[in-house]
């Protein structure tokens, strides 16, 4: 790709090969794109569960993109619950779903608007559909990132976690809804959205609490493994 670009920058720009090295140029970043997103689908089957503070942690990826959200003219701000629940996820899968999420929130809304990410525990008294699975009766953290956007048609939303689709106009930034999706039930969560025009979206993710003795065993785990 470097000696492409180095071909472009000496090639005049209003001659044939110079059309035909931006299209070849064009289809490579296309290429790069897709291997991207393959890669991040690759990752997804990487499963190293460790115990992650849910509210710490997402405290601190709201802090990283406050920063850069003025550059959107949007606000970014969290609430909920301040107690330590924890949760048994790959870290880095855990910062690449959330990552996704709050990006496509910045990306998706409007000038001076305010993006929502809200932690709630809830607790499912018996089996529950929710976004394309069942959970079980048990308690769960409920993580809610919500935009004022130009929201989604009900196609799209339909449409949202089928691989390599995006709303964005570039197809292959990020890992992705899908993967984004079986990270969550690799962890025993799940998805959902709720959009419309004009309106924003709210998704929402559900990921189960991590009782005492799966802690114990995760720490055991970790603290033994090579």
């Known amino acids: 790709r470097g000696k492409l670009e180095l071909e472009l920058e000496n090639t005049p720009f209003d001659t044939s090969a110079s059309g035909n090295l931006r299209q070849a140029a064009g289809r490579i970043s296309e290429v790069d794109k897709l291997i991207s997103r393959l890669m991040a689908y690759a990752q997804v089957s990487i499963n190293e569960s460790s115990k992650i503070l849910v509210g710490e942690m997402l405290s601190l990826m709201v802090d990283e993109q406050s920063a850069i ?7 970014l701000s969290s609430t909920g619950d301040t107690h330590k629940t924890a949760i048994l996820m790959d870290k880095d899968a855990f910062l690449s779903v959330f990552g996704e999420l709050i990006q496509n929130a910045v990306e998706a809304s409007n000038p001076s608007t305010l993006i929502l990410v809200s932690l709630t525990t809830e607790h499912l008294a018996g089996p529950q559909r929710v976004g394309h699975i069942t959970l079980e009766q048990g308690d769960y953290v409920k993580i809610v990132v919500g935009d004022e956007g130009k929201g989604m048609t009900r196609r799209q939303v339909s449409a949202a976690f089928d691989p390599f689709y995006s709303v964005t106009k570039d197809p292959g930034r990020g890992m992705g809804l899908s993967a984004v999706k079986s990270s969550l039930e690799i962890a025993g969560g799940t998805i959902d959205i709720e959009s419309a025009p ?17 802690l114990k065993s995760a720490t055991t785990a970790e603290t033994y493994s090579v």
């Open 198 to 214: 004009g309106v924003g979206t709210n998704v929402t993710v559900f990921l189960p609490i991590a009782v005492e003795h799966t």
């Open 69 to 75: 959200a003025p550059l959107y003219d949007i606000k």
